[in-house]
């Protein structure tokens, strides 16, 4: 700013193409208009000092005798601007003596008796930017009136109630000794009626506190901010400062009571948010409020029973996998969430069941003592499993752990049943023939005579009564093992002879004296795998068996009528044996449990010890090292070298210089990529002696990269710079590119809009991909759905598989899903 011009009170954007009254216009406005004219010809007014234009004192007497008076508000407020930025002194600085009538003006309406008169003169922003003020001129005289209101800040406005969080984190950041003075103001903001007062405060707590009271406060805070917040982004940003809150261990221990408050937040119907709450949940649990959980959860399925909502299913998912973790956390629990489960298996969907089976295979093998009830309710519910994977893998379940007489010969039965009549091929021919039949007897059918029918609101209706015999079975009502064998799934065969098997085996043992029930027992088994073999080389089926299942079936018969011995200990010891390694090398998998372990502390047993009189105080310049560590290894020559600054890996390797040194506007970008979020901060610099109005910077994206909000204009003064931010959304995982110019007027210049086309902004799909998780089952699903293999030669130096997989998944930041063990 130079010496001739006046004072800048107030930014206000006019556009270069704004037509103004003129003076006698404005004041017939002021003086006949009507309430919205006056208000219109006072933003004229205002508009014309700000370009620069000067007023009359007359002009000046029409808005005190014509607008002055009103009791509009928004008029008042206007009124505010206008008096703010005209000017109000004589070219020899002294005061107007108009300006005398506006100040009497004012103090009038400050002692109206009528409240509502004077507290439309007071202004929460205006309370703001004096405190503001005041923090930056004098921060000593700003703490003295804080304390003296201290008590009255809940009824402060949210904007200044920020400013006086914001101070108080940082005067007890520079002198810790003010804590006892102001820690009690920052509890009183937690219950601030603004979600943003009672965020910052939170924060501005845990910081300056550690004890144990201060943590549950904030927690508390956070979590009802989490319920009671509608839009799902504040939500999983308030979480993720929970989350933060919990790995501070002291903390944990404080968060632990609060796991039934936490699981409040499910009533959010957002997955991404239900996720991280059982998750956080999961962690903290202890067993003082399983058992609450466990009963919280059970519900929560309840619920979800008839819910149609989209992720209802993924829900459930979660639910079950949660149950899961808890059990094996907590083995008490186990017996209680057995029944729940269990009913998931019944569904179509083999979504949650699949996850129920995982569950039942690793609490069936590492609790012995409730297998005999997990057998038990499994096999309760086998007969009405309707999904061909979760059939196989629950018949496999019982195959294994049925470990007594009782429970093998229960296993036959029912699956005779899902079975239906054997053999299958002359059953099926035979029901065949009696379908023809009824087919030829209904073509004959004769209509009896119709007879008067009176419905429920009394009128007549005919009803007609055909003659037929007995129909035949639909396919969909056929026993589901039966059903699944027509349908060409001798997969689901090839693993019920193995069953079988191992069944007739451990039979086999535990009947030694009784050879005859025995022999009884594989009979009806080899009559079983014999009438399937029938079936698949019958051509009855959709498709005919395979050879590799035929094979299965053909080593299982040769198993039973030869009774290897040997084989006794591969079915009886080294399947389970095999199980429980899988279970070690990928049970946290299963679970979609955080496989990362948490950081113990361990203290060296020759470590120094760390006195608090020689650690440095904040506010005195110190790094935080401790002085005696620091002296000693000075004093032995240990001390730790200053690294190299790394370019690479700061700030300043990213930057990206969009415009010349010698253009008249310098621009440089700093891109910030954040998963799905592309924030561009991009430093502006006036490289000329002139001031720049209406400077914006336009951005046009190429790609699928949506540009979320724009750029607002702004002013820049000679050589001065600025920060300008743009967030891009991206919206698949394709490269894009970001065009962007920026254009400006001269202040005082007639030429057209200036312009300065900037270096394309390049964005890599690398940047913003992130190594992810899933299951095996997961994976394969997505694997038949998608169309992903592609075959490609490649040529490379790297000599061994795994090195060169290494080499692929840091390269494209992807994550390898085989397991080091079971690479080998």
Known sequence: MTSGEAPCYLLIHVPNDAEFPSEAQLKDKFEKGDLKTKTEALKKLIGMIQSGDKISQGLMMHVIRFCLPTTDHFLKKLLLTFWEIVPKTTPDGKLLH???LVCDAYRRDLQHPNEFIRESEQDASCKRNAFMMLIHVDQNRALDYLSSCIDQVNSFGDILQLIIVELIYKVCHTNPSERARFIRCVYNLLQSSSPAVRYEAAGTLVTLSGVPSATKAAASAYIDLIVKESDNNVKLIVLDRLIELRENTPNEKVLQDLVMDILRVLSATDYEVRKKILQLALDLVSSRNVHEMVMFLKKEIDKTTNDTQEDTGRYRQLLVRTLHSAS?????????????????????SETAAADVLIFVREAIQRMPHLRPVIVHQLLDVFGNIRNSSIYRAALWILGEYSDTS?????????TKKSVGELSIVESELREKEDGEESAEVKTEHKEKKEKPLITADGTYATQSALGSKKTNKTHEEKPILRKLLLDGDYFIASSLATTLTKLIIRFAELNKGNPQKVNHLAGEALFFLSSIIHLGK??????????????????SVRLIVDQWPDATSVFLNECRAALDLMLQAKGDVDRHEDVKSKKSKIVQPDKTINFTQLTPRVGEGATGANLFDLSLSQALGTAPKTAKFDFASSKLGKVIQLAGFSDPVYAEAYVNVNQYDIVLDVLVVNQTSDTLQNLSLELSTVGDLKLV????????APHDFTNIKATVKVTSTENGIIFSTIAYDVRGSTSDRNCVYLQDIRIDIMDYIVPGTCTDTEFRTMWAEFEWENKVTVNTPIPGLREYMDHISKTTNMKLLTTDAALG
């Open 328 to 348: 094996i956390k907590f083995p008490d629990v186990a017996q209680q969430i057995f029944p729940v489960l269990m009913e998931f298996l019944s569904d179509e």
């Open 538 to 555: 019958s051509g009855l089926s959709k498709t005919n068996i395979t050879e590799d299942d035929l094979d299965r079936l053909s080593t």
């Open 98 to 100: 108009e300006m005398i």
């Open 406 to 414: 009782e429970t093998i010969v229960r296993v036959f039965e029912l």
């Open 709 to 716: 909000d724009k750029p607002t204009p702004l002013t820049l």
